[in-house]
Protein backbone atom coordinates (compact mmCIF):
# COMPACT_ATOMS: atom_id res chain seq x y z
CA UNK A 1 0.00 0.00 0.00
CA UNK A 2 0.92 3.63 -0.61
CA UNK A 3 -0.21 6.70 -0.39
CA UNK A 4 -0.41 10.56 -1.82
CA UNK A 5 -1.11 13.96 -0.90
CA UNK A 6 -1.63 16.92 -2.70
CA UNK A 7 -2.96 20.40 -1.84
CA UNK A 8 -4.64 22.36 -4.19
CA UNK A 9 -6.00 26.01 -3.91
CA UNK A 10 -9.51 26.14 -5.55
CA UNK A 11 -10.31 29.91 -6.92
CA UNK A 12 -12.91 32.18 -5.61
CA UNK A 13 -16.26 30.90 -6.28
CA UNK A 14 -19.57 32.62 -5.78
CA UNK A 15 -21.93 31.47 -2.85
CA UNK A 16 -23.42 28.57 -3.70
CA UNK A 17 -23.17 25.06 -4.47
CA UNK A 18 -20.28 24.06 -7.25
CA UNK A 19 -19.33 21.13 -9.13
CA UNK A 20 -15.46 20.43 -8.95
CA UNK A 21 -15.14 16.68 -9.91
CA UNK A 22 -12.86 18.00 -12.66
CA UNK A 23 -10.48 20.26 -10.82
CA UNK A 24 -10.11 17.80 -8.00
CA UNK A 25 -8.98 14.68 -10.44
CA UNK A 26 -6.71 17.43 -13.04
CA UNK A 27 -5.44 19.47 -9.48
CA UNK A 28 -4.21 15.91 -7.91
CA UNK A 29 -3.33 13.69 -11.13
CA UNK A 30 -1.65 11.12 -8.88
CA UNK A 31 -5.25 9.89 -8.19
CA UNK A 32 -4.89 7.68 -11.32
CA UNK A 33 -2.21 5.59 -10.27
CA UNK A 34 -3.81 2.99 -7.16
CA UNK A 35 -5.74 0.20 -8.59
CA UNK A 36 -7.97 0.27 -5.41
CA UNK A 37 -7.90 2.57 -2.73
CA UNK A 38 -10.15 5.65 -1.32
CA UNK A 39 -9.45 9.13 -2.06
CA UNK A 40 -10.38 11.99 0.69
CA UNK A 41 -11.02 15.49 -0.08
CA UNK A 42 -10.56 17.62 2.85
CA UNK A 43 -11.69 21.27 2.86
CA UNK A 44 -9.14 23.37 5.22
CA UNK A 45 -12.11 26.17 6.22
CA UNK A 46 -15.25 26.82 8.31
CA UNK A 47 -17.58 28.83 6.25
CA UNK A 48 -17.45 26.56 3.34
CA UNK A 49 -17.62 22.37 2.46
CA UNK A 50 -17.79 19.73 0.42
CA UNK A 51 -20.48 17.28 -0.59
CA UNK A 52 -21.48 14.41 -3.06
CA UNK A 53 -24.70 15.00 -4.98
CA UNK A 54 -26.30 15.01 -8.31
CA UNK A 55 -23.72 15.94 -11.07
CA UNK A 56 -26.29 16.86 -14.06
CA UNK A 57 -28.81 19.29 -13.74
CA UNK A 58 -27.45 22.92 -12.23
CA UNK A 59 -31.34 23.37 -10.75
CA UNK A 60 -30.28 20.85 -8.20
CA UNK A 61 -27.44 23.02 -7.29
CA UNK A 62 -29.70 25.89 -7.41
CA UNK A 63 -32.23 24.31 -4.84
CA UNK A 64 -30.02 23.66 -2.96
CA UNK A 65 -28.52 27.21 -2.16
CA UNK A 66 -32.53 27.83 -1.84
CA UNK A 67 -33.27 25.25 0.73
CA UNK A 68 -30.16 25.79 3.20
CA UNK A 69 -30.98 29.71 3.00
CA UNK A 70 -34.42 28.83 4.78
CA UNK A 71 -33.34 26.18 6.49
CA UNK A 72 -29.90 28.58 7.96
CA UNK A 73 -31.84 31.72 8.33
CA UNK A 74 -29.57 34.96 8.41
CA UNK A 75 -29.82 37.40 10.66
CA UNK A 76 -31.43 35.30 13.59
CA UNK A 77 -31.53 38.25 16.67
CA UNK A 78 -30.79 35.02 18.86
CA UNK A 79 -26.89 34.53 16.76
CA UNK A 80 -24.20 36.20 19.22
CA UNK A 81 -21.29 35.42 16.62
CA UNK A 82 -22.20 38.24 14.02
CA UNK A 83 -19.36 40.76 13.81
CA UNK A 84 -18.42 39.47 10.16
CA UNK A 85 -21.20 40.11 8.85
CA UNK A 86 -25.24 38.40 8.40
CA UNK A 87 -23.89 35.60 6.05
CA UNK A 88 -20.97 34.74 8.97
CA UNK A 89 -22.80 32.45 11.44
CA UNK A 90 -25.17 30.39 9.18
CA UNK A 91 -21.63 29.76 7.14
CA UNK A 92 -20.58 27.92 10.15
CA UNK A 93 -23.63 25.81 10.51
CA UNK A 94 -24.29 25.05 6.93
CA UNK A 95 -20.36 24.17 6.57
CA UNK A 96 -21.13 21.41 9.51
CA UNK A 97 -24.14 20.09 8.43
CA UNK A 98 -22.30 19.22 5.19
CA UNK A 99 -19.24 17.85 5.96
CA UNK A 100 -15.48 19.29 5.51
CA UNK A 101 -14.51 15.88 3.58
CA UNK A 102 -15.52 13.60 1.43
CA UNK A 103 -13.99 10.25 1.50
CA UNK A 104 -14.54 8.33 -1.94
CA UNK A 105 -13.34 4.67 -3.37
CA UNK A 106 -10.92 4.70 -5.73
CA UNK A 107 -11.85 1.65 -8.55
CA UNK A 108 -9.62 0.37 -11.45
CA UNK A 109 -7.85 3.83 -11.05
CA UNK A 110 -11.02 5.79 -11.24
CA UNK A 111 -13.13 7.40 -8.10
CA UNK A 112 -15.92 5.00 -7.27
CA UNK A 113 -18.33 7.44 -7.99
CA UNK A 114 -21.85 6.36 -9.52
CA UNK A 115 -23.72 7.51 -12.26
CA UNK A 116 -24.81 10.88 -11.28
CA UNK A 117 -22.34 11.73 -8.30
CA UNK A 118 -19.95 15.10 -8.70
CA UNK A 119 -18.17 16.44 -5.97
CA UNK A 120 -19.75 19.77 -4.95
CA UNK A 121 -18.12 22.78 -3.21
CA UNK A 122 -20.24 24.53 -0.74
CA UNK A 123 -18.95 27.80 -0.65
CA UNK A 124 -21.36 29.39 2.01
CA UNK A 125 -19.91 33.09 2.05
CA UNK A 126 -21.16 35.89 0.34
CA UNK A 127 -17.59 37.23 -0.92
CA UNK A 128 -15.72 33.41 0.34
CA UNK A 129 -11.55 33.22 -0.64
CA UNK A 130 -10.07 31.49 -2.36
CA UNK A 131 -10.45 27.48 -0.99
CA UNK A 132 -7.51 25.17 0.05
CA UNK A 133 -8.27 21.69 -0.10
CA UNK A 134 -6.11 18.72 0.44
CA UNK A 135 -6.19 15.44 -1.31
CA UNK A 136 -5.15 11.99 0.08
CA UNK A 137 -5.09 8.61 -1.34
CA UNK A 138 -4.14 5.62 -0.29
CA UNK A 139 -4.06 2.30 -1.25
CA UNK A 140 -2.86 -0.52 -3.92
CA UNK B 1 -1.44 -3.59 5.46
CA UNK B 2 -3.70 -4.86 2.82
CA UNK B 3 -7.07 -3.54 1.32
CA UNK B 4 -10.54 -5.33 0.54
CA UNK B 5 -13.09 -3.86 -1.57
CA UNK B 6 -16.90 -5.43 -2.32
CA UNK B 7 -19.58 -4.23 -3.80
CA UNK B 8 -22.78 -5.18 -2.88
CA UNK B 9 -26.64 -4.40 -3.99
CA UNK B 10 -29.06 -3.59 -1.33
CA UNK B 11 -32.62 -4.99 -2.38
CA UNK B 12 -35.10 -1.88 -3.38
CA UNK B 13 -36.37 -0.73 0.10
CA UNK B 14 -39.29 1.50 0.95
CA UNK B 15 -39.00 5.03 1.74
CA UNK B 16 -37.57 5.45 5.13
CA UNK B 17 -34.41 4.89 7.57
CA UNK B 18 -33.77 0.68 7.37
CA UNK B 19 -30.84 -1.37 9.57
CA UNK B 20 -28.49 -2.80 7.19
CA UNK B 21 -25.56 -3.77 9.55
CA UNK B 22 -25.96 -7.51 8.44
CA UNK B 23 -26.17 -7.38 5.18
CA UNK B 24 -23.04 -5.42 5.07
CA UNK B 25 -21.35 -7.72 7.61
CA UNK B 26 -23.12 -10.61 4.84
CA UNK B 27 -21.96 -9.19 2.02
CA UNK B 28 -18.27 -8.00 2.80
CA UNK B 29 -17.31 -11.33 4.57
CA UNK B 30 -13.63 -10.00 4.12
CA UNK B 31 -14.73 -7.36 6.96
CA UNK B 32 -13.67 -10.19 9.59
CA UNK B 33 -10.13 -10.63 8.42
CA UNK B 34 -9.03 -7.52 9.81
CA UNK B 35 -7.51 -7.09 13.12
CA UNK B 36 -7.22 -3.61 13.10
CA UNK B 37 -8.14 -1.49 10.89
CA UNK B 38 -11.09 1.11 9.13
CA UNK B 39 -14.21 0.24 6.98
CA UNK B 40 -15.97 2.64 4.87
CA UNK B 41 -19.41 2.03 3.51
CA UNK B 42 -19.61 4.25 0.82
CA UNK B 43 -23.22 4.14 -1.32
CA UNK B 44 -23.30 5.02 -5.10
CA UNK B 45 -26.64 6.96 -5.26
CA UNK B 46 -27.84 10.63 -4.74
CA UNK B 47 -31.49 10.18 -3.52
CA UNK B 48 -30.40 7.73 -1.11
CA UNK B 49 -27.53 7.98 1.81
CA UNK B 50 -26.38 6.10 5.04
CA UNK B 51 -25.68 6.82 8.57
CA UNK B 52 -25.20 5.17 11.75
CA UNK B 53 -27.86 5.42 14.78
CA UNK B 54 -29.83 3.42 17.27
CA UNK B 55 -29.83 -0.17 16.59
CA UNK B 56 -33.10 -1.20 18.78
CA UNK B 57 -35.70 1.07 18.71
CA UNK B 58 -37.67 1.00 15.88
CA UNK B 59 -39.62 3.88 16.14
CA UNK B 60 -36.47 6.16 16.31
CA UNK B 61 -36.22 4.97 12.73
CA UNK B 62 -39.88 5.87 12.00
CA UNK B 63 -38.91 9.49 13.68
CA UNK B 64 -36.25 9.89 11.61
CA UNK B 65 -38.43 9.77 8.63
CA UNK B 66 -40.31 12.14 10.90
CA UNK B 67 -38.08 14.83 11.36
CA UNK B 68 -37.00 14.86 7.42
CA UNK B 69 -39.87 15.18 6.11
CA UNK B 70 -41.18 18.27 8.01
CA UNK B 71 -37.28 19.95 7.84
CA UNK B 72 -36.61 19.12 3.98
CA UNK B 73 -40.56 19.65 2.81
CA UNK B 74 -41.89 18.85 -0.50
CA UNK B 75 -43.80 20.89 -3.32
CA UNK B 76 -41.68 24.17 -2.36
CA UNK B 77 -42.45 26.22 -4.64
CA UNK B 78 -39.12 27.86 -5.31
CA UNK B 79 -37.45 23.98 -6.35
CA UNK B 80 -36.65 24.28 -10.06
CA UNK B 81 -36.05 20.80 -9.98
CA UNK B 82 -39.20 19.04 -9.61
CA UNK B 83 -39.41 17.02 -13.36
CA UNK B 84 -38.78 13.64 -11.60
CA UNK B 85 -41.60 14.02 -8.83
CA UNK B 86 -42.24 15.88 -5.47
CA UNK B 87 -39.82 13.85 -3.67
CA UNK B 88 -36.61 13.54 -6.06
CA UNK B 89 -35.57 17.36 -4.47
CA UNK B 90 -36.07 16.62 -1.35
CA UNK B 91 -34.20 13.70 -1.52
CA UNK B 92 -30.98 15.19 -2.97
CA UNK B 93 -31.01 17.19 -0.30
CA UNK B 94 -31.88 15.07 2.70
CA UNK B 95 -28.82 12.53 1.24
CA UNK B 96 -25.98 15.52 1.20
CA UNK B 97 -27.09 16.52 5.08
CA UNK B 98 -26.86 12.70 6.34
CA UNK B 99 -23.98 11.66 3.91
CA UNK B 100 -22.63 9.31 1.04
CA UNK B 101 -20.59 7.14 3.14
CA UNK B 102 -19.75 6.15 6.88
CA UNK B 103 -16.28 4.72 7.95
CA UNK B 104 -16.16 2.51 10.78
CA UNK B 105 -12.74 1.29 12.74
CA UNK B 106 -12.58 -2.20 13.06
CA UNK B 107 -11.28 -3.71 16.15
CA UNK B 108 -10.15 -7.48 16.58
CA UNK B 109 -11.84 -8.37 13.13
CA UNK B 110 -15.50 -6.83 14.27
CA UNK B 111 -16.97 -3.17 13.20
CA UNK B 112 -16.18 -0.46 15.99
CA UNK B 113 -19.60 0.37 16.91
CA UNK B 114 -20.64 1.06 20.22
CA UNK B 115 -23.92 -0.99 21.69
CA UNK B 116 -26.54 0.71 20.30
CA UNK B 117 -25.49 1.72 17.40
CA UNK B 118 -26.26 0.54 13.67
CA UNK B 119 -25.45 1.33 10.11
CA UNK B 120 -28.63 2.89 8.41
CA UNK B 121 -29.48 3.47 4.42
CA UNK B 122 -31.91 6.08 4.48
CA UNK B 123 -34.18 5.82 1.13
CA UNK B 124 -35.20 8.84 0.56
CA UNK B 125 -37.63 7.83 -2.63
CA UNK B 126 -40.88 7.05 -2.67
CA UNK B 127 -39.80 4.41 -5.30
CA UNK B 128 -36.30 3.99 -4.72
CA UNK B 129 -34.44 1.40 -7.06
CA UNK B 130 -31.86 -1.45 -5.70
CA UNK B 131 -29.32 0.90 -4.07
CA UNK B 132 -24.99 -0.26 -4.96
CA UNK B 133 -22.62 -0.06 -2.43
CA UNK B 134 -19.20 -0.26 -2.02
CA UNK B 135 -17.43 -1.69 1.08
CA UNK B 136 -14.03 -0.94 1.72
CA UNK B 137 -11.86 -1.92 4.06
CA UNK B 138 -8.19 -1.56 4.89
CA UNK B 139 -5.43 -2.42 7.82
CA UNK B 140 -3.81 -5.40 8.94
CA UNK C 1 2.22 2.24 5.83
CA UNK C 2 1.97 1.32 9.51
CA UNK C 3 -1.72 1.97 11.69
CA UNK C 4 -2.35 2.95 15.36
CA UNK C 5 -5.52 2.75 17.32
CA UNK C 6 -5.98 4.45 20.57
CA UNK C 7 -9.42 4.38 22.83
CA UNK C 8 -9.95 7.44 24.76
CA UNK C 9 -12.76 8.35 27.33
CA UNK C 10 -14.12 12.23 27.24
CA UNK C 11 -15.21 13.11 30.26
CA UNK C 12 -18.58 14.56 30.68
CA UNK C 13 -19.79 17.62 29.07
CA UNK C 14 -22.69 19.90 29.48
CA UNK C 15 -25.43 19.92 26.56
CA UNK C 16 -23.68 21.97 23.75
CA UNK C 17 -20.50 21.82 21.68
CA UNK C 18 -17.18 21.85 22.75
CA UNK C 19 -13.39 22.29 21.77
CA UNK C 20 -11.52 18.42 21.82
CA UNK C 21 -8.50 19.43 19.47
CA UNK C 22 -6.40 19.17 22.47
CA UNK C 23 -7.69 16.70 24.20
CA UNK C 24 -7.60 14.05 21.22
CA UNK C 25 -3.64 15.36 20.43
CA UNK C 26 -2.63 14.51 24.46
CA UNK C 27 -5.13 11.31 24.53
CA UNK C 28 -3.40 9.91 20.96
CA UNK C 29 -0.14 10.75 21.01
CA UNK C 30 0.88 8.75 18.47
CA UNK C 31 -0.73 10.89 15.85
CA UNK C 32 2.64 12.56 15.79
CA UNK C 33 4.66 9.15 15.16
CA UNK C 34 3.15 9.91 10.78
CA UNK C 35 5.01 11.91 8.51
CA UNK C 36 1.54 11.80 6.23
CA UNK C 37 -1.62 9.79 6.58
CA UNK C 38 -4.87 10.26 7.83
CA UNK C 39 -6.67 10.58 11.72
CA UNK C 40 -10.10 9.43 12.32
CA UNK C 41 -11.78 10.13 15.19
CA UNK C 42 -14.91 7.89 15.84
CA UNK C 43 -17.68 8.24 18.58
CA UNK C 44 -19.41 4.91 19.53
CA UNK C 45 -22.72 6.91 20.79
CA UNK C 46 -26.11 7.54 19.14
CA UNK C 47 -26.50 10.79 21.11
CA UNK C 48 -23.44 12.55 20.88
CA UNK C 49 -21.41 13.03 17.78
CA UNK C 50 -18.32 15.10 16.08
CA UNK C 51 -17.65 18.05 13.92
CA UNK C 52 -14.76 20.64 12.77
CA UNK C 53 -15.57 24.09 12.99
CA UNK C 54 -14.45 27.50 13.96
CA UNK C 55 -11.78 27.09 16.98
CA UNK C 56 -11.63 30.71 18.31
CA UNK C 57 -14.79 32.50 19.75
CA UNK C 58 -16.77 30.34 22.52
CA UNK C 59 -20.20 32.50 20.72
CA UNK C 60 -20.05 30.32 17.16
CA UNK C 61 -20.30 26.97 19.77
CA UNK C 62 -23.45 28.62 21.69
CA UNK C 63 -25.05 29.96 18.65
CA UNK C 64 -24.80 25.84 17.34
CA UNK C 65 -26.50 25.14 20.12
CA UNK C 66 -29.33 27.58 19.44
CA UNK C 67 -29.58 26.52 15.72
CA UNK C 68 -29.38 23.27 16.47
CA UNK C 69 -32.23 23.13 19.18
CA UNK C 70 -34.71 25.65 16.91
CA UNK C 71 -34.10 23.41 14.05
CA UNK C 72 -34.50 20.02 15.93
CA UNK C 73 -37.47 20.74 18.42
CA UNK C 74 -37.84 18.74 21.47
CA UNK C 75 -41.15 17.62 22.44
CA UNK C 76 -42.82 17.31 18.68
CA UNK C 77 -46.08 15.20 19.06
CA UNK C 78 -45.15 13.36 16.18
CA UNK C 79 -42.00 11.89 17.84
CA UNK C 80 -42.72 8.01 19.39
CA UNK C 81 -39.31 7.43 20.81
CA UNK C 82 -39.81 9.59 24.09
CA UNK C 83 -39.18 7.20 26.64
CA UNK C 84 -36.16 8.78 27.71
CA UNK C 85 -37.01 12.41 27.88
CA UNK C 86 -37.45 15.42 25.17
CA UNK C 87 -34.10 16.03 24.31
CA UNK C 88 -33.61 11.99 23.36
CA UNK C 89 -34.62 11.77 19.77
CA UNK C 90 -33.61 14.88 18.66
CA UNK C 91 -30.26 14.20 20.18
CA UNK C 92 -30.25 10.98 17.56
CA UNK C 93 -31.56 13.24 14.56
CA UNK C 94 -28.71 16.11 15.74
CA UNK C 95 -26.25 13.47 15.66
CA UNK C 96 -26.64 11.80 12.31
CA UNK C 97 -26.95 15.42 10.92
CA UNK C 98 -23.39 16.05 12.48
CA UNK C 99 -21.78 12.64 11.95
CA UNK C 100 -20.16 10.03 14.14
CA UNK C 101 -16.54 10.77 12.77
CA UNK C 102 -14.06 13.12 11.96
CA UNK C 103 -11.09 12.36 9.44
CA UNK C 104 -8.29 14.66 9.03
CA UNK C 105 -5.61 14.51 6.83
CA UNK C 106 -1.70 14.11 8.79
CA UNK C 107 0.73 16.37 7.32
CA UNK C 108 3.97 16.52 8.73
CA UNK C 109 3.07 14.73 11.93
CA UNK C 110 0.57 17.34 12.64
CA UNK C 111 -3.45 17.15 12.38
CA UNK C 112 -3.48 19.19 8.77
CA UNK C 113 -6.16 21.47 10.29
CA UNK C 114 -6.69 24.75 8.91
CA UNK C 115 -5.93 27.96 10.97
CA UNK C 116 -9.82 28.35 12.37
CA UNK C 117 -10.56 24.88 12.30
CA UNK C 118 -11.14 22.46 15.59
CA UNK C 119 -12.76 19.44 16.44
CA UNK C 120 -15.81 19.69 18.10
CA UNK C 121 -17.71 16.93 20.59
CA UNK C 122 -21.36 17.78 20.43
CA UNK C 123 -23.03 16.27 23.07
CA UNK C 124 -27.05 16.26 22.44
CA UNK C 125 -27.87 15.04 26.19
CA UNK C 126 -28.62 17.28 29.14
CA UNK C 127 -27.10 14.86 31.05
CA UNK C 128 -24.92 12.95 28.90
CA UNK C 129 -22.20 10.26 30.10
CA UNK C 130 -18.40 10.10 29.70
CA UNK C 131 -18.17 9.58 25.51
CA UNK C 132 -16.06 6.81 24.19
CA UNK C 133 -14.00 8.10 21.37
CA UNK C 134 -11.91 5.77 19.24
CA UNK C 135 -8.78 7.08 17.08
CA UNK C 136 -7.31 5.48 13.87
CA UNK C 137 -4.18 6.80 12.21
CA UNK C 138 -2.74 5.50 8.96
CA UNK C 139 0.11 6.68 6.59
CA UNK C 140 4.20 7.04 6.89
Same mark, same amino acid.
Given at each position: MKMYQQSITLPKARRGFHLITSAILHGAP !?? /????KGLCQVFIQHTSASLSIN?? *??PTVRADFETWFNKAV @? #?? %? @? %?? /? &? %?LEGPDDMPAHIKASLLGSSVLIPIVDGR =? !? =????QGIYLC #? &? /? %? &? !? #? *?RNVLVTCWGE
Open positions: !GI /RDFREN *AD @P #EN %D @P %DY /R &H %D =L !G =LGTW #E &H /R %D &H !G #E *A
